[in-house]
């Protein structure tokens, strides 16, 4: 079977929209492999920090980008033998990532590791280009949104029940100043793919964003 003929579900959306806790579901249920691109960005963005290396240097950044040895499992994250996990969850890696992410060598370095998860029986990807060029094939795009002060909560409650301090207001200026960064970024900035189902999860439990997500693919097999 050819690759491109492996089922893709993208689901793509802004920070803390709830993107990777439905897509991990929505693999788990399917059976399907898991890709959570902004881990990658994360691990990226914490590594040149770490290096202390410039995070406009798209040149650098993307050479990182390029020789990193990554391996995920489940929810763990190892990085040249190191694990990164709870490194990678953290504000500053959030916000080292969405620089990183800004700029296009760092981008393309990504690119086949990312379709390197495309595999047998099938992938769900979560991240902000998922649909528009990671996968523009995908059979399956799905666009989650929610309003940012849903969001910063959303990230405060996961924050606060790792016993990290977190602070709301801080929050949510993070999410809209990351936001505004992804969505104005000239390299595959955040959008909406004219062929993405939109949903609004504000208020919505997790189950029923779920079995919504595995209803719509189960109604577009029918149709092929
Ligand atoms: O999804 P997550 O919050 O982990 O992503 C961290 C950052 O990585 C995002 O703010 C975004 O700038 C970037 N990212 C991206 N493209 C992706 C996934 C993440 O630009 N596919």
């Known amino acids: 079977m050819s690759v491109s003929a492996i ?3 993208a689901i793509d959306g802004p920070s803390a929209s709830g993107k990777g806790t439905i897509a991990a579901a929505v693999a788990q249920r399917l059976g399907f ?5 902004g881990a990658l960005y994360r691990i990226v963005g914490l590594v040149a920090g770490e290096r202390r290396i410039n995070l406009d240097n798209d040149l650098e950044v993307s050479r990182i980008a390029l020789n990193l040895n990554i391996k995920f499992n489940g929810e ?19 916000a ?8 296009p060598g760092v981008r393309a370095a990504l690119m086949t590791l990312q379709r390197n998860f495309r595999q047998q029986p099938g992938l769900v990807a979560d991240g902000r280009d998922m649909g528009s ?15 940012p002060e849903e969001r910063a909560q959303r990230r405060y409650k996961q924050l606060i029940s790792k016993g990290v301090d977190a602070s709301m207001a801080a929050l949510l200026q993070d999410i809209c100043d990351r936001d505004h960064r ?7 900035p955040l959008l909406k793919c004219s062929d993405a189902i939109e949903f609004d999860t504000t208020g919505i439990p997790v189950q029923s964003v779920v079995a919504k997500v595995l209803q719509l693919y189960q109604d577009r097999q029918k149709e092929q």
């Open 7 to 9: 089922p893709v579900i």
């Open 33 to 37: 492999h898991y890709l959570d691109s």
């Open 76 to 94: 763990d994250v190892w990085v040249d033998g190191r694990e990164v996990s709870g490194l990678i969850r953290g504000e500053v890696a959030g």
């Open 96 to 103: 080292a990532a969405s620089r990183v992410a800004a700029l």
């Open 133 to 147: 060029v990671v996968f523009p094939d995908a059979g399956l795009k799905i666009y989650l949104t929610a309003t």
């Open 182 to 188: 992804d969505s104005n970024r000239a390299a595959a």
